[in-house]
């Protein structure tokens, strides 16, 4: 059985691969938006190196947003696992923004301000797959502790 935080863990790294894959299409074929390791390699004060961009949306997809989403999922509003993943990326979203605005400048988005709508797509896609993740690890574990057809004690 696992902890909560370990269920964030995994399921932080199934999100952060697909949003990966999205970002991926965008840096790769695309070319619509700011690429999302771009941006925040210019948060951190290394403009323009793709390879510390990457390496920091993985740590922060996978060891600060799933084990926090483990935490705090019994507490999000809402009704079903990944309406609290959207609830929850969102909410990282908009700490984002703030970082950026306070941190990263002006040019930010290199004058591509669909860029925003970008990220709060893939944000979106991120906190789908974060609670349907969880949740499926959730329901896994409730059925290993309780055999198949079992009463519910209470």
Request: proline content about 6%.
């Amino acid at each position: 059985m696992m902890s909560r935080v370990q269920k964030g863990l995994v399921a932080g790294l199934a999100a952060t691969v697909a949003v990966s894959v999205l970002e991926a299409v965008n840096i790769l074929a695309l070319k619509w938006f700011a690429p999302f390791p771009l941006i925040l390699a210019k948060l951190v004060g290394v403009p323009g190196n793709l390879a510390v961009g990457w390496v920091l949306h993985a740590i922060a997809g996978i060891f600060i947003l799933g084990p926090l989403f483990g935490i705090l999922c019994p507490r999000l509003p809402t009704d079903t696992p990944e309406t609290k993943g959207i609830v929850f990326a969102v909410g990282a979203f908009v700490v984002l923004m703030v970082g950026l605005v306070l941190f990263g400048g002006g040019d930010v988005f290199g004058r591509n301000f669909g860029t925003i709508g970008w990220l709060v797509a893939t944000h979106a896609v991120f906190g789908i797959v974060l609670g349907n993740v969880y949740a499926r690890m959730v329901a896994r574990d409730r059925r290993a502790v309780a055999p198949p057809g079992a009463a519910p004690a209470h």
